[in-house]
């Protein structure tokens, strides 16, 4: 059973930067791609992130290039969001999530391709 628990999530300031944790098991297929996601308050669920363990493809939006960046340390099978220059509109509940795949299509970047799902980690930015 794949599982998926993030952690890092927290308050921070505006212009500040916080890193997320999403540690993963229970893969029993080599080709996935691994997502963050996020949801504000009344607003859909949206990826900040896709990224693969086999060709290390990414996609970020538009909204996050620049500021957010995935990397992965596979001894831990780990996947890490490093989210500098944070803005108010950043303030979302963060989800790792995961799904079958070799290469990040942009297309497929998005919560409905998603097959496993972590409980999600809370992101406030004050100002």
């Known amino acids: 059973e794949v599982r998926l628990v993030e952690s890092g999530g927290g308050l921070v300031q505006v212009g500040g930067s916080l890193k997320l944790s999403c540690a993963a098991s229970?893969?029993?297929?080599?080709?996935?791609?691994i997502a963050w996601l996020r949801q504000a308050p009344g607003k859909e669920r949206e990826a900040v992130v896709c990224?693969?363990?086999?060709?290390?493809?990414?996609y970020y939006p538009d909204s996050v290039k620049g500021r957010f960046t995935v990397s992965s340390d596979n001894a831990k099978n780990t996947v890490y969001l490093q989210m500098d220059s944070l803005k108010p509109e950043d303030t979302a509940d963060y989800y790792c999530?995961?799904?079958?795949?070799?290469?990040?299509?942009?297309?497929?970047?998005?919560?409905?391709?998603?097959?496993?799902w972590g409980e999600g980690t809370q992101v406030t930015v004050s100002s």
């Open positions: 990224v693969s363990n086999s060709d290390n493809s990414t």
């Open positions: 229970g893969f029993t297929h080599d080709d996935y791609i």
């Open positions: 999530a995961a799904t079958r795949g070799h290469t990040v299509f942009e297309a497929l970047c998005g919560p409905a391709a998603m097959d496993y």
